[in-house]
């Protein structure tokens, strides 16, 4: 029980590790994992079908929140789609080649996965994904979401 305990732990660890390493090299208009500031009640009204949305005025970038297994807050950002240019990941900004974003994502530890689309690439690392739409090998829209693990008698 103790290493199942521990590796429970060093998971979870990771999770947060990632996501504040994400975070803190980024510029991303909120954070991801933010608290959406809705209360439990507030958040009740909101599902995978429908998610609370946060826009900020001067941002053409939207955060997606749904509930998060891993964090206290009713609803958290788990998604933003970038689609502004002054916001980056990692320092990639739309209008970047792909090529210069794949060494970047490799030297902060992220797979390439395959995508099943066309014009698009994704990158992982734990609960953190990483899509790039792209024409031309030059970045259009960045999306970076965290994995939504279902937890039962949770409404995502």
Do not use: W
Not at 16 to 41: C, W
Not at 61 to 84: G, H, R
Request: with cysteine; net charge negative; charged share 25%.
């Amino acid at each position: 029980l103790d290493k199942a305990l521990e590796k429970a732990y060093k998971t979870m660890k990771e999770r947060y590790e990632y996501i504040k390493e994400l975070n803190d090299n980024s510029h991303l208009g909120m954070e991801l994992n933010q608290d959406s500031g809705l209360t439990k009640k507030e958040a009740a009204q909101y599902g995978p079908d429908y998610p609370y949305t946060i826009y900020i005025d001067d941002k053409d970038t939207n955060y997606y929140c749904f509930k998060y297994p891993y964090s206290d807050a009713p609803l958290s950002v788990t998604q933003i789609e970038i689609l502004d240019e002054e916001l980056d990941v990692f320092g990639i900004h739309l209008g970047d080649s792909l090529e210069d974003s794949a060494t970047i994502f490799k030297n902060y530890g992220y797979n390439e996965t395959t995508y099943p689309l066309n014009n698009m690439h994704q990158y992982t690392k734990g609960d953190i994904n990483i899509i790039l739409s792209f024409e031309e090998d030059i970045i259009q829209r960045i999306v970076v979401s965290l994995n939504l693990h279902l937890e039962e008698g949770v409404m995502y």
